[in-house]
């Protein structure tokens, strides 16, 4: 039930600072806008602003995915993130309208792992504080090694006002690394 999103690579610095706090932000020489200033160090901005946007047009029921380069450190790594709101099914005749929660998109994440030929070594550690994620609704994605490859839980209700949200949001963010060892079978050939 996700649609794609191709969001811009350029985001406003103030939203930027309070998404990725402690990552230094890439700034533009010479913006195309106020609000287009730095580069992005996370695909949930323009995540977040498609979200709000759609909201803003009576879609309680929003599921949204990018797939995208940041800009950290000098590196441009390539992440998958989404974002999620409102119920599991869409309303019908014959589904329920059950609202989605933190293990709905854990769900999610962890089928989006089933790709990687590791998908066992990855695990989810809960986490009490993440500026972004709300407590007790949070948690780091690591390889069993320790290696951090994301995060998931819901957004922090602070962000919630700051992009003009409605209900519950639910994010996700990965390297796409630790997916690209995905197994996926070729046809056969004759």
Not at 45 to 50: A, F, K, P, Q
Not at 57 to 81: K, M, N, T, W, Y
Not at 151 to 175: Q, R
């Amino acid at each position: 039930g996700y649609q794609e999103a191709i969001t811009y690579s350029f985001v406003a610095e103030t939203i930027q600072k309070r998404l990725c706090p402690d990552v230094l932000s890439v700034p533009l020489t010479n913006p195309i806008a106020a609000d287009m200033a730095v580069m992005r160090t996370s695909l949930w901005t323009g995540l977040l602003n498609v979200l709000a946007y759609n909201q803003h047009r009576q879609q309680s029921r929003v599921r949204l995915f990018e797939i995208g380069r940041v800009f950290v450190g000098g590196q441009e790594p390539v992440h998958v993130a989404a974002v999620c709101t409102g119920t599991t099914l869409p309303v019908g005749w014959t589904s329920g309208t059950r609202a989605l929660d933190f293990f709905d998109i854990k769900g999610d994440v962890e089928s989006l792992l089933s790709f990687s030929k590791l998908d066992s070594q990855f695990r989810f550690i809960p986490v009490d504080y993440h500026g972004v994620l709300q407590a007790g609704q949070a948690a780091k994605i690591e390889t069993a090694t320790g290696d951090p490859v994301g995060w998931l839980g819901a957004l922090h209700p602070s962000l919630i006002d700051l992009f003009d949200l409605k209900g519950t949001v639910y994010v996700f963010e990965l390297e796409w690394q630790a997916l690209s060892r995905a197994d996926v079978r070729q046809p056969r050939t004759s």
